[in-house]
């Protein structure tokens, strides 16, 4: 291995460590989070927020998408099209029935 490919390697273990030490401080944050006197919609919304940014993190570095940027955009471009498609189905049938009527 070439020097080149070790500070490669090093600078990789650096980003994981970082990541690791910022889901390490986001479950500290979730577990002060969890003593709060809120109401139960704001301990919800923190929670899936920081749910949100911890996934986030995992997916980026740990799964590394976060270089697949235009493939994840396709991805979720098909799934609102889908998503779009299955939330009109029903309203297609109400429409059908109501003129039916």
């Known amino acids: 291995m ?3 490919d070790n500070g490669h390697i090093e600078e990789h273990i650096k980003v994981y460590l970082t990541v ?3 889901l390490a401080f986001l479950t500290l944050l979730t577990v002060a989070a969890s003593y709060m006197d809120i109401s139960t919609t704001e ?3 923190l929670a899936l ?3 949100t940014v911890k996934a ?3 997916a980026g570095y740990f799964m590394h998408l976060i270089n697949e940027k235009q493939t994840i955009i396709w991805i ?3 799934t609102f099209i889908f998503f779009l498609f299955c939330m009109f189905i029903p309203m297609i049938t109400v429409i059908d029935h109501a ?3």
């Open 20 to 22: 690791f030490g910022a």
């Open 76 to 78: 979720l471009t098909l």
């Open 56 to 58: 986030s993190l995992v």
């Open 2 to 4: 070439s020097d080149h």
């Open 49 to 51: 927020t920081i749910a």
């Open 99 to 101: 003129s039916l009527s």
């Open 43 to 45: 301990a919800i919304f």
